[in-house]
């Protein structure tokens, strides 16, 4: 059973545009939420993180929402650029949980970002 | 910096070898992971390990082990390598006990079984 559903699983933006992609979970116990980026040829690095107590954070370019009551989280990337093109993961952590430290990843968005 | 070292980028084995990946960290991390990635299908853990000695099923266990004898090295095994193990293998680590935890990966071994 996947814990974290991801969509959409690629997604072609122009220069500029705003790329966003959309996660939603069911286990309610999560409480940290991160999204990591991948480069071809590179393992995924950790991008962006918010916890539930938020409902939004930014980081430059780069904004996590976060609605709660909905269980779903998206990642808005604004004036996205080609070095944007990337694959990207959403995840959920239960940091109190006895697997302290297991992320349950999403299945990932492919980005392209065209000039 | 963190720098988590996997032994091969690219590896080409035989079905029924028996194959080993190894992964390295450099920044005695407690948590040490594996994945396997594929087209579609995302991120999916096999096993992790939060101490030595120590060890998980992921969600994805079947057809694997490990083995981690040193806090600094995690070891995937495919017992008798199948064709359906055909995949990119990603290793990761982080810091262990502290809840949000970053987790650092390697460059990935793309594995290819004849």
């Known amino acids: 059973q996947q814990q974290v559903k991801q969509s959409p699983q690629s997604l072609i933006v122009q220069k500029g545009g705003i790329s966003i992609i959309n996660c939603a979970y069911e286990n309610t116990a999560f409480d940290y939420f991160p999204w990591y980026q991948q480069f071809p040829g590179k393992g995924p690095a950790l991008l962006i993180a918010?916890?539930?107590?938020?409902s939004e954070k930014k980081e430059g370019r780069f904004t996590i929402s976060f609605n709660k009551s909905a269980k779903q989280f998206s990642l808005h990337i604004m004036d996205s650029q080609p070095g944007d093109s990337a694959t990207y993961f959403c995840?959920?952590?239960?940091?109190?949980?006895?697997?302290?430290?297991?992320?349950?990843f999403g299945r990932g968005t492919q980005l392209t970002v065209w000039p | 910096d963190v720098k988590v070292t996997q032994s091969s980028r690219y590896l080409v084995k035989r079905t029924g070898e028996k194959v080993f990946l190894e992964c390295v960290q450099d920044m005695d991390h407690e948590n040490m992971f594996w994945y396997r990635q594929d087209p579609g299908l995302g991120l999916r853990l096999i096993y992790f390990s939060y101490d030595v000695k120590m060890k998980e099923k992921g969600d994805i266990p079947e057809g694997y082990s490990v083995s981690r004898e040193k806090k600094e090295r995690f070891s995937l095994i495919l017992e008798s390598a199948s064709t359906n193990q055909t995949s990119m293998y990603l290793c990761?680590?982080?810091?262990?006990?502290?809840?949000?935890?970053?987790?650092?990966f390697g460059p990935g071994t793309r594995l290819l079984v004849l």
């Open positions: 995840a959920a952590s239960n940091t109190r949980g006895s697997t302290l430290g297991r992320l349950y």
């Open positions: 918010i916890r539930p107590d938020v």
């Open positions: 990761a680590s982080s810091l262990g006990g502290q809840g949000e935890e970053t987790q650092y």
